[in-house]
């Protein structure tokens, strides 16, 4: 599991930006059009440009999107088209057949921790229902 602390970017006024840069330490306004339910699950990323997987965990989630904490070794960028998959009932294997297509809207990176990564699903409305 990817554990934040004092200075993570996941944590709600982090201030994502859509230049893949962190503005830790700054307010910013909330960019979110949906209201999020907070939700910590484990999860997967697939990148698929580069077929690599990584470790994430999600942080919320709305109709449309999540906010996930991503390891720093697949940095990602906004508009990279990406797989996900959660683990709503503690499975110890995430299929393929669960993944969702989603495209990458903004990151934000502090070194050495996780980056949080915001995304838009291809076929919104189905996060909401199974959390």
């Known amino acids: 599991?990817?554990?934040?602390?004092?200075?993570?970017?996941?944590?709600?006024?982090?201030?994502?930006?859509?230049?893949?840069q962190s503005r830790a330490g700054h307010s910013a306004p909330d960019r979110r059009r949906e209201a999020r339910t907070p939700a910590v699950r484990p999860a997967k990323v697939l990148h698929i440009a580069s077929r690599k997987y990584a470790v994430a965990e999600t942080v919320d989630i709305s109709d449309r999107?999540?906010?996930?904490?991503?390891?720093?070794?697949?940095?990602?960028?906004?508009?990279?088209?990406?797989?996900?998959?959660?683990?709503?009932?503690?499975?110890?294997?995430?299929?393929a057949d669960s993944m969702q297509r989603a495209r990458v809207v903004r990151v934000a990176r502090v070194p050495?921790?996780?980056?949080?990564?915001?995304?838009?699903?291809?076929?919104s409305g189905a996060l909401a229902r199974v959390a």
């Open 65 to 95: 999107g999540l906010l996930l904490r991503v390891e720093p070794g697949r940095p990602l960028h906004p508009g990279d088209e990406i797989k996900v998959a959660i683990a709503w009932q503690r499975e110890g294997v995430l299929s």
């Open 1 to 20: 599991m990817i554990t934040p602390n004092e200075t993570d970017p996941t944590q709600p006024h982090a201030g994502l930006s859509n230049t893949g």
């Open 112 to 123: 050495g921790q996780a980056q949080a990564v915001a995304i838009e699903l291809v076929h």
